[in-house]
């Protein structure tokens, strides 16, 4: 029983979570049948074509695209000015211990190999992706140390480890969307057999979940956002289960919608799977990420989508030059690319760093919590 469960659950309602994942891996499907496209095609390994023929660049929608990046932005960056006189600063707790020089370490030689094409590296290429990160999560974590004097790897070491699996099955999950809406793809992996991709990119997936939390918990060590984030305006959200299980019916007709109008409905990738879940917890009287408001804590909203924006940054900037590395095309808004992402695409982040820092709390792991 989750927190804030009433106790009086029915057994569907037990159920309800699982059949809410299984209608996030059907429907999309079903949108994709009921829209004519054979589903042969979404369910081939490994997912190497591009079925899907984007609309072409839209200017309005290019400038509303950035325009709505910039006020989100602009409105973080005004709240944190307003709020400067919460500023108390926190003085170093400690030097930087051994291993976290060691994961930038790490890092910097993988960053020379991927980016590089020395001859003798060459059967080694396609596997500069997870040593990055793991050197990233090591060395963010070994900030944090030197920051706060503690880190999630340190205080639970066992759930954060639990991270890495479920950080592969997450971002499978939207490996699968992607097959809808084909807004990346892969290039250096067409020599991979399908059982070298499946192992490969489970392994790169891993990193994703553990990445964004260290990077959040880092984030909260910094005075200018933890102090004025945590004691902001009180805000009270708490809708009632009805407007959940409204939230859930739209969500799911979200994902059935990219497997019809993949090129509208794009953004949903993002924003779906987080609105599913937050219905699902709505529904079943439990704390979602929005709960922390009421008590005028901003950190839980903000951070983890700062945090995702910062890992996406890394993402970008390290796959520029790699090989294998992932391309986008993305409708109406494919132009001034950083590195390889056009500069509106970089909102899905923020979503996306709500849904890494929801599901990192399901596993019992909080990087906001000391």
Not at 93 to 118: D, K
Not at 194 to 204: F, N, P, S
């Amino acid at each position: 029983m989750g927190p804030g469960s009433s106790g009086n659950d029915t057994p569907g309602r037990r159920w309800l979570p699982a059949l809410a994942v299984a209608a996030c891996l059907l429907l999309p499907l079903a949108g994709a049948l009921l829209a004519g496209q054979p589903l042969g095609r979404f369910l081939e390994f490994p997912p190497l074509t591009r079925y899907v023929r984007h609309a072409p660049f839209s200017l309005p929608l290019f400038l509303a695209g950035l325009a709505l990046f910039a006020f989100l932005a602009g409105s973080l960056a005004v709240s944190l000015y307003r709020s400067r006189d919460r500023i108390a600063p926190r003085p170093p707790a400690g030097p930087m211990p051994w291993w976290g020089w060691t994961g930038l370490l790490l890092s910097l030689v993988a960053w020379i190999l991927a980016w590089n094409r020395f001859p003798w590296f060459r059967p080694l290429q396609p596997y500069t992706f997870t040593p990055l990160w793991l050197g990233y999560i090591l060395g963010i974590s070994g900030w944090c140390v030197a920051r706060s004097g503690s880190c999630l790897l340190l205080r639970q070491p066992g759930r954060f480890l639990l991270l890495f699996p479920a950080s592969s099955l997450f971002w499978w999950y939207f490996e699968y969307l992607n097959r809808f809406v084909q807004n990346w793809y892969y290039i250096g992996v067409e020599d991979f057999s399908a059982t070298a991709y499946v192992l490969h990119a489970t392994i790169c997936f891993s990193t994703v979940l553990p990445a964004v939390a260290v990077t959040t918990e880092l984030l909260d060590t910094v005075p200018w956002l933890h102090g004025p984030l945590r004691r902001g305006r009180c805000l009270a959200f708490c809708p009632p289960r009805p407007a959940g299980l409204l939230l859930l019916l739209l969500s799911l007709a979200g994902l059935a919608g990219i497997g019809i109008v993949p090129d509208l409905l794009f953004p949903l990738v993002w924003v779906a799977p987080l609105l599913v879940l937050l219905a699902l917890q709505v529904m079943a009287g439990q704390r979602t990420v929005f709960a922390s408001l009421a008590r005028g804590d901003w950190r839980p909203v903000l951070l983890p989508p700062l945090a995702a924006l910062v890992c996406g940054f890394f993402w970008e900037m390290w796959n520029w030059q790699s090989l294998p590395r992932w391309h986008y095309s993305i409708p109406f808004v494919d132009a001034l690319h950083l590195f390889a992402m056009p500069l509106p695409g970089y909102m899905g982040y923020l979503p996306f760093g709500l849904e890494c820092y929801a599901l990192t709390r399901l596993l019992a792991l909080d990087p906001l919590a000391r």
